[in-house]
């Protein structure tokens, strides 16, 4: 492609299911020029609770079949992908790879003042400590406390993002976190934004919360201005879904997460990519 064909193109991001869409509202809402292709791999959703090696070999399908699609640069926006296989893809493939983690990660070590970190995550991400490490190479300083929250994702996607019953559990989920005293808690998972009400309720003022989609979608914009690769169109960018499941529950769901309808929603086989 030529330079000018090559801003024009799309970006491609996957994630397991929809909550990566929270990743690409904000990408969208930060870069409205740029069109977007995103693929929910909602056949094999979730990532969070398979093996490190059976998520590369995921992530490198939904690569392999985002790239078919002639993109610019591919984000990785789910958590559990990013931890496990961000750095195979980066090696691999000839174009930016931007995961979610290290964004997230920057930008808690921005913002506490104490040192004390909190993440949530899914038990995948959680396993892997990526989010510490991270923490840890750029302020050795930090102490970082991790808990998983597996019931998060399923409140995400059925809506119920208040009430006393998700209280409950984000309190049981949060309190030893609170006891570790953090003052920074990382929303380690592409879903947990739906949730960010209850989450801070229960947090408290005094702990500032750290959005991995928002800090990703400034990463994305500052890395296509670095490569040249910003889209010079003055029109809105176009949006493609593409889902290796049923388009129907992902369409319903995913506006929740992407803020407004999902207008053109395709079903894609990924299993012989």
């Not at 330079?3 to 990743?23: K, N």
């Not at 893809?89 to 995961?99: A, F, T």
């Not at 400034?218 to 960018?237: C, H, I, M, Q, R």
Request: hydrophobic share 40%.
């Amino acid at each position: 492609m030529t330079i000018s064909e090559t801003q024009r193109a799309s970006i491609g991001i996957f994630d397991s299911g929809v909550g990566g869409l929270t990743v690409c509202r904000k990408i969208s809402e930060a870069l409205p020029r740029e069109s977007i292709v995103y693929l929910g791999d909602t056949a094999r959703v979730p990532y969070g609770s398979k093996s490190g090696e059976t998520v590369v070999r995921y992530a490198r399908a939904c690569a392999s079949l985002l790239l078919q699609r002639g993109i610019k640069m591919l984000v990785v926006a789910c958590n559990t992908a990013s931890a496990f296989a961000l750095d195979t893809l980066q090696n691999s493939l000839d174009l930016p790879v931007v995961g979610v983690v290290e964004p997230g990660a920057r930008a808690a070590c921005r913002r506490t003042r104490s040192g004390r970190v909190g993440v949530i995550g899914t038990r995948g991400t959680v396993s892997t400590g990526s989010y510490e490490k991270i923490i840890l190479r750029m302020r050795p300083d930090c102490r970082v406390f991790s808990k998983s929250c597996p019931l998060f994702v399923p409140f995400a996607e059925e809506g119920w993002t208040e009430g006393g019953a998700v209280r409950e559990v984000a309190r049981t989920y949060l309190d030893d976190l609170l006891h570790h005293e953090i003052d920074t808690l990382v929303l380690g998972c592409t879903h947990y934004p739906l949730l960010a009400g209850v989450i801070s309720g229960v947090a408290g003022e005094s702990v500032a919360l750290v959005d991995s989609a928002e800090e990703t979608a400034s990463e994305v914009a500052a890395t296509l201005k670095t490569e040249g690769l910003l889209n010079p169109s003055t029109k809105d960018g176009k949006h493609v879904f593409l889902v290796s499941d049923a388009p129907g529950p992902f369409r319903e769901t995913g506006e929740r997460f992407f803020g407004r309808a999902l207008e053109r929603v395709e079903w894609v086989d990924i299993s012989g990519v």
